[in-house]
């Protein structure tokens, strides 16, 4: 993942897990830019595929693309 990715993407989701919706600032470390459908499952590599995630629900969701335990993606796209 680039680092221009990464930007575009906690800037669309005010640097919060797309998740859980934890805020990125309480954490020692840079969410991470997770493919909703993987592309292991012919996802792709576009803006509305990925996610900022924490570490936390992106090593639950894996290869999954249906929900991650019982909180499902709700993606914060500003107009």
Known sequence: MTHLQYTLVAKRAKHRCEYCHAPEII???A???????PLSRKGEDKPENLALSCRICNLH???RIERVGCVTLTLTHQS
């Open 27 to 29: 954490f020692n470390l």
């Open 61 to 63: 969701k894996l290869a």
């Open 31 to 37: 969410f991470e830019v997770d493919h909703i459908v």
